[in-house]
Every structure is written in structure tokens, then in C-alpha cells.
């Protein structure tokens, strides 16, 4: 975590061995901050709102973050296809892996 310079706290999911860490133990304001990141800034507060931690973004389905989180669905479909769907294929392959 980084104190910014207004005295809030960033957490920011670190990069390892070229991936994320697993979202499955991301807090809150790190799926907020991965969505801000990655160019949702007004989108990212829905999971805020909606409390939504990693483990909760892996249980997802294209259902939940279209109509559960009351985004426009532009940016919904975008969010599920390039990243929530993304993030669980990842967190499914690490753990057979790890197997």
C-alpha cells in the first residue's frame, strides 16, 4: 500500500512473474484500483458500492456485472469480457497448476 499525497491509501495489486497476483486475494480497493487502472474510473465505484472483493469479482457472471452492478452496458460488456472473464480463466489455470 502507498500513501498518496491527499493521505489516502493506495493498494495496488503488485505484478508477479509478469502476472497479477491472485484476485482471489484482492481486498476491495484493489479490484476498485484494477478497474481504475485499467481506464473504468467512473465504473470502478460500482464495486466499491457493491463491496465487491476478488473473491466475489471470480464469482461473477456476465449476468452479475451487467445487471447487478448498474453500470451502463457498454462499459459492463467490456468489463466482463476483457477482464472479469479474464481474471477467473487466470485464477482456474494457477490453481491447476498448483495442484
Same mark, same amino acid.
Not at 491527499?6 to 495496488?12: C, D, F, I, L, R
Not at 473504468?40 to 464495486?47: G, I, K, N, V
Not at 473473491?55 to 456485472?65: C, E, F, G, Q, W
Not at 477482464?83 to 485464477?91: A, E, I
Given at each position: 500500500?502507498?500513501?498518496?499525497t491527499?493521505?489516502?491509501?493506495?493498494?495496488?495489486p503488485k505484478?508477479?512473474?509478469?502476472q &497479477?497476483?491472485?484476485?482471489? %486475494?484482492?481486498a476491495?480497493?484493489d479490484?476498485?484500483?484494477?478497474?481504475? #487502472?485499467?481506464g473504468?474510473? /467512473?465504473?470502478?465505484?460500482?464495486?466499491q458500492?457493491q463491496?465487491?472483493?476478488g473473491?466475489?469479482?471470480? &464469482?461473477?457472471?456476465?449476468? %452479475?456485472?451487467l445487471?447487478?452492478?448498474?453500470?451502463?452496458?457498454?462499459? #459492463?460488456l467490456?468489463i466482463? /469480457?476483457?477482464?472479469?472473464?479474464?481474471?477467473?480463466?487466470?485464477?482456474?489455470?494457477?490453481?491447476?497448476?498448483?495442484?
Open positions: 500500500m502507498e500513501n498518496k491527499n493521505g489516502s491509501v493506495e493498494a495496488k505484478v508477479e512473474n509478469g &497479477l497476483p491472485d484476485p482471489a %486475494d484482492w476491495v480497493t479490484v476498485v484500483n484494477y478497474f481504475k #487502472a485499467a473504468f474510473e /467512473e465504473q470502478a465505484t460500482a464495486f458500492d463491496e465487491i472483493d473473491k466475489s469479482l471470480l &464469482l461473477m457472471t456476465r449476468n %452479475d456485472v445487471t447487478g452492478l448498474s453500470i451502463k452496458l457498454g462499459p #459492463a467490456k466482463y /469480457e476483457y477482464h472479469v472473464k479474464p481474471l477467473q480463466t487466470q485464477h482456474l489455470k494457477s490453481n491447476a497448476n498448483a495442484s
